[in-house]
């Protein structure tokens, strides 16, 4: 998709929250407020979100002298979301449906998103999904959430690609990845990260420190934007992407580089903007299984 | 006060919302995004919010060709609060402090505000509102809902000096001040509007709509701006803030305004945004009767 005239306010907002987190003076906010606004003509000339958040993020990066201002903010958010792995192991294996409660659980995990909000009480927010009932999720509204299609797929796939989003949620990606290992003991997955560091997306070292080799091969997607458009890719990446019998997409930046992708897709995702929400006919908040067939 | 870094993106979405309303095509609204991203240097240079939303919105009026893009809307709001004043009014003679529902009803009022809220569905929230306990309300705290000083200075004053804000929320106004004059037969009644459009400010037309004129002398204060500053008034208006025995302050544009003005007012507004909310340390949603003592 390209770039809303809506996005521009919130690129300003991600940009502030980023250049606080990251430090910077205010005076240094400033000028990265007037360098932003020299360019809003480039971020509205065809260019996808992802593409404006990578120019975004290079501006703050450039400012702030440093290639990753979320560094210490993803290890934080892996290191909590392993104290949480072993009680939501204990809860899926208990569950009726496991891989339903894994499902959702990987949909949940999606709020660790430093792009969207820039919280610091990101344990609060994931402890208050837990705690709701599934009622959050739009379970009876096989539109937004095809859990049916979703079971199928990942009980009769032989290999399948599975999109990261951030880190910290990989936990809950690993929960999902071992689940549907249990249900179907000959699949092979893979799970792909970002090249480089872009917000708080997941890097190879963040799928390493929560573990998620033990269940998945784990490889970069060559891109180093905050969502997968498949131009930015690897040729390795776009084979599995093409070959792969199913592909699982995590987070909304995905979405926004593949909804109209050449292939099958299940997104899941929590919806954040307006824009997304309303594409999918859902509303802001909620949790998506969203299925898109081949066109 | 100035116009911090974070107003920044909620003016360009104030721009897109309001240039929607005025049926602007997309392409006119990516030339007024751009004309806004040219302007960004001037709109930080040391100018309080209202002065930047004057320069906003007159850049939608010039590609509008109008203006008052909120002329329609305004009429409109003032019709429906007119249908609900005899409820309101019966309600606040039933109440057992009238002067405590009446200044609450002034305040939930403000509700009715296009600059933070482009919703459509003003109604709602207003019953909304309406309907809810007295929870909404921070009595408990004296802090930011000061009702004690109100009702003493009420009591006592021989004028008071009352800025409006939103068209609409005149009818909430008018019911505070008839219950004022109940409780102070002696008071006159100063009733200050926007000297031109901006927003759904209200203006003379709409004072006269909702027949505030029975209550209270209207004028205007000389401003054409979102929040009344002082520098953009009539000597007349001026004259009136500094000798009033009391001045009532309706909103947040003039409490940005007004915060550090040389006497003490009471502002009665609802904190719409996080750093209005922050510096009378309340949070946003709240309803505040702020009281400001003489510097």
Not at 93 to 114: P, T
Not at 119 to 146: P, R
Not at 207 to 234: K, N, R
Request: glycine share 4%; aromatic share 10%.
């Amino acid at each position: 998709m390209r770039t809303f005239l809506d996005c521009i306010p919130c690129f300003y907002r991600q940009a502030l929250e980023a250049s606080r987190l990251a430090g910077l003076t205010e005076t240094t906010q400033k000028q990265l407020i007037l360098e932003l606004s020299q360019n809003i003509e480039m971020f509205l000339s065809d260019t996808a979100p992802p593409e404006v958040a990578r120019m975004v993020y290079d501006i703050i990066n450039k400012h702030a002298n440093t290639q990753d201002i979320y560094q210490k903010v993803k290890k934080q958010c892996n290191e909590f979301a392993l104290t949480l792995y072993p009680e939501l192991k204990k809860r899926i294996k208990e569950a009726d449906n496991s891989l339903l409660l894994a499902a959702e659980l990987a949909i949940a995990g999606n709020i660790i998103d430093y792009g969207a909000k820039n919280s610091l009480d990101i344990d609060d927010e994931v402890n208050n999904i837990l705690n709701e009932s599934s009622e959050l999720f739009q379970i009876a509204n096989k539109k937004i959430f095809d859990f049916v299609a979703f079971q199928n797929k990942t009980h009769q796939a032989k290999s399948i690609l599975y999109l990261a989003d951030n880190a910290g949620e990989v936990v809950f990606d690993k929960l999902l990845i071992e689940t549907i290992k249990q249900v179907n003991n000959k699949v092979d997955i893979y799970y792909a990260v970002k090249a480089k560091p872009i917000i708080n997306d997941a890097l190879i070292e963040d799928a390493m420190q929560c573990g998620i080799d033990q269940f998945a091969a784990v490889l970069s997607s060559g891109s180093s934007l905050s969502g997968t458009i498949l131009p930015y890719c690897t040729q390795e990446f776009l084979d599995l992407f093409y070959k792969a019998d199913m592909v699982i997409s995590k987070g909304q930046g995905n979405f926004e580089g593949l909804h109209d992708a050449a292939r099958d897709i299940f997104f899941l995702f929590i919806a954040k903007c307006p824009i997304i929400a309303n594409m999918v006919q859902g509303k802001i908040g909620n949790m998506l299984l969203f299925y898109k067939p081949t066109k």
